[in-house]
């Protein structure tokens, strides 16, 4: 079943005629307005309801990607829409800069959406990631922030144990990809901090530092992404956000970055990271 499963997703993603597009636009225009009727402010929320997803080619059709995707969300149960609705919005392809932006009906749709990183489409692998205007304190109080633990990804191909194991112990890892979190407040949890910082991408390493003697969180720890591509995203995302009566700081921990974050101590790493991956 897996299998036909994915041999579907391969066969939507052929290129379709004039009249497939149009049908695909027209599709889109009855989303918004469906939007719009059940009271979703659709410009406040479209930064958590929207995936930027790179891979593709330049000659990919908006309504091949979307009809793809869509038949990846149902065959996961990523989406909560009926089957024929859909839970695609609209479609946006930037084909010099190889990048799509999906917008989604909702933002537990999108968020279930990022465990699709890696699919192949076209014989390319798609690159899922939040888009730049992605407000993440924002974001949490609109709906999920990480893709649902029971997604059925097997059935498009994606084994759930290739996802990287967290390395809880980071204080002697002298990556120059870590990040320090401080200003953390004590009555967070661990998997809480853990939720907000992966509103950016899969964490291969996470660690609140405790007192050995209480126990306690000392407001501060270390985490590292997976991918370090939205490592300057995510600094950018969280650096400063307020939680609580704290505001938090994120910013490298490294080597390159002893007397803290800048922009020109770093402005080499940082240009090579934009030249990289390109977020909208």
């Not at 003697?213 to 991918?227: M, P, Q, S, V």
């Not at 101590?265 to 977020?279: D, F, H, K, P």
């Amino acid at each position: 079943a897996a299998m036909t499963l994915v041999a579907n997703l391969a066969t939507a993603a052929e290129g379709m005629d004039f009249n497939g597009r149009l049908l695909a636009q027209q599709q889109a225009t009855k989303q918004l307005t469906a939007l719009h009727s059940t009271g979703v402010n659709v410009q406040a929320t479209r930064h958590a309801r929207r995936v930027y997803v790179g891979g593709i080619f330049p000659d990919v059709e908006e309504a091949a990607l979307s009809q793809f995707i869509e038949m990846a969300m149902e065959a996961t149960g990523a989406t909560r829409q009926p089957v024929g609705v859909g839970c695609i919005v609209s479609v946006y392809t930037n084909r010099d800069k190889l990048f799509a932006f999906v917008e989604f009906r909702t933002v537990e749709e999108a968020s279930n959406a990022l465990a699709f990183d890696g699919l192949i489409f076209q014989g390319q692998a798609l690159r899922l990631r939040r888009p730049n205007d992605y407000n993440v304190s924002q974001a949490a109080l609109l709906g999920p922030t990480t893709p649902a633990p029971n997604l059925n990804l097997v059935a498009i191909g994606i084994q759930p144990s290739s996802a990287p194991r967290i390395e809880h112990n980071t204080e002697n890892n002298n990556s120059p990809w870590k990040l320090f979190l401080g200003g953390v407040p004590s009555y967070l949890t661990d998997d809480q901090v853990r939720e907000l910082v992966q509103s950016f991408g899969v964490i291969k390493a996470f660690n609140l530092v405790k007192d050995k003697d209480t126990g306690l969180g000392k407001g501060y720890g270390f985490f590292e992404y997976a991918d370090s591509a939205v490592t300057e995203m995510a600094i950018r995302g969280l650096n400063g956000m307020r939680l609580g009566d704290k505001m938090i700081t994120v910013k490298l921990a490294g080597p390159a970055a002893v007397g803290g974050f800048s922009s020109s101590s770093m402005g080499g790493l940082l240009e090579g990271m934009r030249a990289s991956v390109m977020y909208g």
